[in-house]
């Protein structure tokens, strides 16, 4: 996980594909729409890529947490085993956080960078009614 979210610290023009997928790895199996627990220890770090990153890796983190956001359950590792309970907390914890970011995300959709768009993207989805 620290080289994926090194990587999307550093990511540019060139490599910001390559990050995404990178942390994408690292935090989720993207084939099964399932997230790992390390997700929630690596939202102080998302958030510090938010708040101080170059503007491709803050639209490479958007992106990470719009798709890991609209579309991500915590899974259930055999080397980490979790009740449904566990899982079901796991994947709370992380909506929270993300939409404790939600401030943030407003400051970050109304800058006019390239990743205003994504921003306003994962706000629409915060704010989107539970089901």
Not at 45 to 51: A, F, M, V
Request: glycine share 4%; aromatic share 4%; proline share 8%.
């Amino acid at each position: 996980m620290p080289r994926a979210l090194l990587a999307l610290w550093q990511a540019d023009g060139r490599s910001r594909q390559a990050a995404c997928d990178a942390a994408m790895g690292a935090l989720a199996n993207d084939h099964a729409g399932t997230s790992w627990p390390v997700l929630a220890t690596a939202m102080p770090i998302l958030e510090y890529i938010l708040r101080h990153g170059r503007p491709d890796a803050v639209a490479s983190t958007i992106c990470l947490l719009d798709d890991l956001f609209a579309s991500f359950e915590a899974e259930p590792r055999k080397l980490v085993p979790a009740t449904p309970a566990e899982l079901d907390a796991r994947t709370v914890a992380f909506q929270r956080a993300v939409t404790a970011l939600r401030p943030l995300l407003v400051t970050l959709a109304a800058d006019g960078r390239p990743s205003a768009q994504a921003a306003r993207n994962l706000v629409a989805l915060i704010d989107e009614p539970d089901d």
